[in-house]
């Protein structure tokens, strides 16, 4: 699976857009880019994912570079309960169960 | 309530002493995951199972032992744990090739 990279940590002020980038250069054309979240040491929660199209449910939306080298995650209007480590993977939809998660981004929403 | 439940949510035990940890399922899902997570480290697979009597390694097998004799059931087993084993253990599901996992609340483990 291909590696990714994401910035460390990032703030974003409450009710406001944020927005996690995500860089996956060496994306194959069969991965699919997933996102997880991590609110404190509670399991991960399964966020969106996508191929190469933008991808919105009710959470969130996926952005997807042309090249599909990196992508953006957007919470439309970020509360205090999305502080949170957020975990972009790549993985091959085929490759049975294994995820390798990096070391995220941890998110702080500030009043 | 669709969920993935893990139990104990946390143990203390002795270096050398067997024990399992449960992971139980109620959505049905073919796919079933180990993570360790430690500070530093990030969440690292363990083992991970495509369906019944189908299982793989992960990252960090050594030291561990899963089985997958019922869908909904992956248990993990250390045989002999030691104080490296120390760490907060999650179980995951997911339902197929492209869907994403569901994840437990946690096992935190202490070795002594």
């Known amino acids: 699976d291909a590696k990714t990279t994401q910035p460390p940590s990032m703030d974003c002020a409450e009710g406001r857009a944020a927005n996690l980038p995500c860089n996956h250069s060496t994306i194959s054309g069969n991965e699919y880019v997933y996102w997880y979240r991590q609110i404190h040491s509670q399991g991960p929660q399964y966020i969106i994912h996508?191929?190469?199209n933008n991808e919105t449910n009710e959470m969130a939306s996926l952005i997807i570079t042309e090249d599909r080298k990196s992508s953006t995650l957007i919470l439309p209007h970020a509360t205090l309960r999305d502080t949170a480590v957020y975990y972009c993977?790549?993985?091959?939809?085929?490759?049975?169960?294994?995820?390798?998660f990096g070391d995220g981004t941890t998110l702080t929403v500030k009043p | 309530e669709a969920q993935v439940t893990q139990n104990p949510r946390y143990l203390i035990t002795v270096t050398g002493k067997k024990l399992t940890v449960t992971c139980s399922q109620n959505m049905n899902h073919e796919y079933m995951s180990w993570y360790r997570q430690d500070p530093g480290l990030g969440l690292r697979q363990i083992y991970y199972?495509?369906?019944?009597?189908?299982?793989d390694k992960g990252d960090v097998p050594e030291g561990y032992k899963v089985s997958r004799k019922e869908k909904r059931n992956f248990p993990l087993i250390l045989e002999s744990p030691s104080p490296n084993q120390t760490s907060l253990y999650f179980c995951?599901?997911?339902?197929?090739?492209?869907?994403?996992?569901?994840f437990g609340s946690g096992t935190r483990l202490t070795v002594v």
């Open positions: 993977i790549v993985r091959v939809n085929t490759n049975a169960g294994k995820s390798t």
């Open positions: 995951a599901s997911r339902y197929g090739q492209s869907y994403g996992y569901t």
């Open positions: 199972s495509m369906n019944v009597e189908v299982t």
């Open positions: 996508g191929l190469k």
